[in-house]
């Protein structure tokens, strides 16, 4: 092989081999080895060949150290430099991290062989063959020094099984005890997965923690035609602490009146350690045809099978945004037909925002095809940083558990939209109503980044307080064209606080402006844990529906579950509906009794096949018996009849039979 650069480096020795390894040949050497390994990505060579031309590149330098006259004092140095040079190298290329490692070994068997080569043809020069082929590894250690191990991801990019160690997977541990570092650099990432088999929480004497239904799937899992339902739940453990999530999958009979739980065979290898999940969409992620499952949250993909079940995924990167970010969304945010994802690292910063810093968000951009995942990082693909208010610190971008992917300037691409959760704490007690957040759009680019705008508002953006973010609901609600935003706000539901309004930012050509409504529409007290939109009229319109609970609900005679209905009257005007979901549960001694009623949430669907869109409420409560509210035409819902005993009966469907569950019935 004729060596690029070979003339260079056999004139830059003297004639003789006593002459030392020069620093002019040392790096003469590695700027060799560079330059003809980085000219190899620009021939488009596939991996088998890319490795290849690596090795032949490696194999001519050290089997020509002989013509360059090195010494057999000085041979260990060179080999040294070779492969230092080499393994630097690859970090330069823009393969993903399993290539280069790939790469790397195939430096060390080239530099095996290559040195066996030498020493079978100049025995005077290597008169210890084992020496130098320590020399070359030591060299190739040093050079490989910033490659990325696979083996050691969660050190790298989230301290995955450390936080489950300390409670950070069940969020029991709070911010200060987790530890979560951002994503570094671009290429693909590798990983593993726990597989624990599925255990329901329970307490130490055997009973059942009280259940939060944290999110619900609409799917037609068995494809008889009906909407079955996937259920996420957690055990609670404590105000604000869950155990790990499992998983249920309720069969719909085909009318809604009964419903069989077959996790066993839809989720069969599904672990309990992770944090609950929401947000859940149904989505093609490998290019199979299947639907797949993404989530905001802890809990990873869960790729569909030829069979029907679903297994966590086993692309790295998948498994690793999971969990080391809170909020994603999944939509095809390049318009190249398939479905990309897009999440941040999760920062906390300090209570209160002390020493925030701009959040990082990243794209993992889908490359996948024919059920094979391939996923590429981008990082860094948008970024902010702003004080909301004088002398407070930044409120967009710590502790964001939300993202949203929504075309407000309606130019085709979507857009970012995102709004952060805060709290604060004085003297070690939650307070309210000193930290505000606002919603941040970050428009696309097309070039898989997006830039921070503030010219989207009309006049002023909606301040909000809140743990956690706001629901959001893209949908064109005037039916002028364009994507309106629906905010079912959560509130800061803690201390004394009374929660606040929901709102709907209406877009008219890219610029969004703020309706709070009145109090029979949008302006009323209370914490909407719950929310979703669909036409429950079937008037050809986009109706909404909020489920609040708060102080102004109790004195409306419906504390823990009341429904707010906005009927569409055909142009975004709304007419104030409004029922109360029975409080079915006992107040239990033995746990705080406001969570024995709070709707944690809802989903719109018609499940009982009559064409009509039923209300499908996820609780958090004592006994977890989530429940089914079938839809009547003139959008309201069937609320159930109690008997003499104050128990519900028909209409109302569960998921299971309705029981006291021992260890709650103090």
């Known amino acids: 092989m004729t060596l690029l650069g070979e003339s260079e480096l056999t004139a830059s020795a003297s004639t003789g081999r006593s002459v030392a390894l020069s620093v002019t040949m040392q790096s003469l050497l590695e700027k060799l080895v560079e330059t003809a390994i980085t000219s190899l990505e620009g021939l488009n060579l596939n991996s088998t060949a890319l490795e ?18 090195v010494s057999a004092s000085d041979i260990g140095e060179a080999v040294q430099s070779v492969g230092k040079s080499a393994t630097n190298s690859l970090t330069k290329l823009s393969v993903s991290d399993t290539a280069k490692q790939s790469l790397k070994s195939q430096v060390e068997t080239t530099m095996a062989t290559s040195i066996d080569e030498l020493a079978t043809a100049e025995p005077s020069l290597v008169t210890d063959v084992e020496a130098l082929k320590q020399s070359a590894t030591a060299g190739i250690e040093t050079g490989s020094a910033d490659l990325k191990d696979p083996s050691s991801l969660d050190k790298e990019v989230g301290y995955i099984h450390e936080a489950y160690e300390k409670g950070c997977g069940y969020w029991q541990g709070g911010p200060d005890s987790c530890q979560y570092l951002e994503f570094i650099g671009k290429g693909e990432i590798e990983g593993y997965v726990k597989t624990e088999k599925l255990v329901i929480p329970t307490h130490s004497d055997g009973s059942i923690q009280p259940i939060l239904t944290s999110n619900m799937l609409i799917i037609d899992l068995n494809k008889d035609g009906h909407d079955d339902v996937v259920k996420f739940r957690s055990g609670v453990v404590g105000v604000g602490r869950y ?7 309720w069969i719909n009979n085909g009318d809604g009146t009964e419903w069989q739980n077959h996790a066993d065979k839809y989720f069969p290898n599904i672990s309990n350690n992770y944090r609950f999940g929401y947000n859940s969409l149904a989505v093609d992620l490998n290019d199979d045809g299947l639907l797949d499952i993404v989530h905001s949250g802890g809990i990873p993909p869960m790729i569909q ?3 029907g079940s679903y297994e966590i995924s086993t692309n790295p990167l998948l498994v690793t945004i999971d969990n080391a970010a809170w909020a994603k969304t999944v939509a095809d945010i390049d318009n190249d037909g398939d479905a990309d994802i897009i999440f941040q690292n999760i920062q906390y910063n300090g209570r209160g925002g002390a020493n925030a810093e701009p959040v990082p968000w990243f794209i993992a951009e889908n490359r996948s095809e024919g059920g094979l995942e391939r996923f590429i990082l981008h990082a860094d693909v948008a970024r902010h940083l702003e004080n909301v208010i004088p002398n407070e610190n930044q409120l967009y971008g710590y502790n964001i558990e939300r993202a949203y992917l929504i075309d407000v300037n309606n130019d085709g691409l979507l857009d970012l939209f995102w709004n952060a959760g805060t709290w604060d704490e004085v003297d070690g007690k939650t307070i309210a109503g000193t930290l505000y957040t606002q919603p941040a759009v970050a428009i696309n ?13 009309s006049d002023e953006s909606v301040k909000l307080l809140s743990q956690s973010g ?3 609901f893209p949908v064109d609600l005037d039916k002028d064209g364009d994507n309106d935003i629906v905010l079912g706000s959560i509130g800061w539901d803690a201390g004394t606080y009374d929660g606040e309004p929901n709102h709907i930012l209406w877009n008219n050509d890219g610029q969004l402006s703020v309706d709070y409504g009145t109090p029979d529409t949008l302006d009323f007290i209370g914490f909407t ?7 429950i009229d079937s008037d050809g319109d ?3 529906v909020f489920v609040s609970s708060g102080i102004e609900m109790r004195n409306r005679g419906c504390e823990w579950a009341h429904i707010r209905i906005l009927r569409n009257e055909g142009s975004g005007e709304f007419t104030g509906l409004d029922q109360c979901f029975y409080n079915y549960y006992e107040t239990s001694s033995s746990y705080n009794a406001w969570v024995a009623h709070l709707s944690m ?14 209300l499908i409420q996820g609780v958090l409560g004592v006994y977890g018996l989530d429940a089914i509210y079938p839809g009547k035409i003139n959008a309201t819902f069937e609320l159930p009849i109690l008997d003499d005993q104050k128990q519900p009966v028909a209409p109302i469907i569960y998921f299971g039979e309705p029981k006291v569950v021992p260890g709650w019935n103090e």
Do not use: M, P
Not at 445 to 457: A, E, K, P, Q, S
Not at 529 to 535: K, P, T
């Open 52 to 69: 290849q031309g690596l090795g032949n590149v490696v194999n001519a330098v050290v089997t020509n150290l002989g013509k360059a006259k």
């Open 243 to 249: 155990d790990g999530s499992y998983i249920e999958a």
């Open 305 to 307: 099978q030829t069979n």
């Open 445 to 457: 680019n097309g070039d898989l980044t997006f830039t921070y705008r503030t010219d989207v508002w």
């Open 470 to 472: 706001s629901l959001t």
């Open 529 to 535: 844990h719950a929310a979703d939109v669909g036409d």
């Open 542 to 544: 986009i109706d909404i």
């Open 601 to 614: 949430d809802i989903k719109l669907a018609d499940v009982t096949g009559d064409g009509i869109l039923d």
